[in-house]
């Protein structure tokens, strides 16, 4: 544990001063939206996740695909706000999907800033309701009523607790009281405050997946402690790629049977993180001043630094990402690809993409 906790902070303590920082947050959040999958038995491309972010999909997205992109899309937004959003009531409702349902339904029933306002002749047209009609709805919903109240009175039907948030009973088991489990889980939480972070961070791991916070999501609780290691300062600098070091740890050893050997197995996937975050970080560095050689005697106004920040920010680059990006032609792009070593990824001549040696 005192081993993951330095690797850790070493890892943190680059990434403050680091030039290729951005660069490294960027590529970190495609890394472990591919592997938060992964865990969960899915299968997602990098190249893909990389192409639908950009809007420039080759193929029509699959429902891993968005799931992937949704993973990305939450871990910017956690480092987009403060250090303490992300476990505030606001942060973990809108982090847990809850806070999305509730505004879809509100959007879909309700109206908006821009929609048409009624007119007094068409309210009083819809205030003229036949008072016949009223009555027998009345009646009807008398009559189930009254039998709704038999049969759980005969048969001993168990009343299911309301959600707070009004989601598809088709998608969604009414009985799994997602609430109380997230505050069960924050219990947990808040109890092991007094121990080291790695170790707290370990027994949250586990616990959200013993709790089974979510019915859809369990990547969430990855970013939750990840979010907690970096508001407690451990990873004040960057977001812990927590899925991408869950890859180097055999399933078996994450779903033990005894928790002493789940926590261990947590420990080390956090080690594994930061390992990994510091050779992608030496990598890096070393390619971004191997591709700074060839700004020796350009101009000002050259593009060639924008493409070296662009491929730094992303696994790999296409022509019509280069070409969005920097606003140049397509063969303006190529030429730019030339002028500095990147590899090509796809070895096709129809489409092509590079990335770093």
Known sequence: MKATTEVLVRLDERLALSSVREGWIERSHFYDAVGALWVEGELVHLEDLVFHDAEMDQRTPTHELTRAH????????????PRAWALSREGMRELTGRSEASATMHDADGEGE????????????????????????????????????LLATTLGAVSRVPQDDERLALLYDEDWDEGARLAEWRRVLDDTQHLPLVLRGAIALDAWHQIEVLQRGG???ALLVAAMLRQEG??????ACLHRGAQKIPRERRRARHRT???????????ETATVGLKEHDRLLLAKG????????????????????LVLARPLVSTSMIQTALKTSRQGAL??????????????RSFRAWGIV
Not at 70 to 81: A, G
């Open 234 to 239: 451990l990873c004040a600098h960057h977001l």
């Open 219 to 221: 990547w969430v609780g």
């Open 261 to 271: 050997d789940r926590l261990l197995a947590w420990i080390d996937a956090i080690y």
């Open 290 to 309: 191997q591709m700074e050689r060839a700004l020796r005697g350009r101009r000002a106004s050259s593009k060639l630094p924008g493409l070296i920040d």
């Open 114 to 149: 821009g929609s048409v306002v009624l007119d007094l002749a068409t309210a009083e047209l819809v205030d003229e309701v036949d008072d016949a009609l009223e009555r027998e709805f009345a009646e009807i919903d008398a009559v189930l009523a009254r039998s709704s109240t």
């Open 335 to 348: 030429d730019l690809v030339g002028q500095i070593s990147l590899r090509e990824m796809t070895g096709k």
């Open 70 to 81: 949704t993973v990305l899309r939450r871990r910017r937004r956690i480092l987009s706000q």
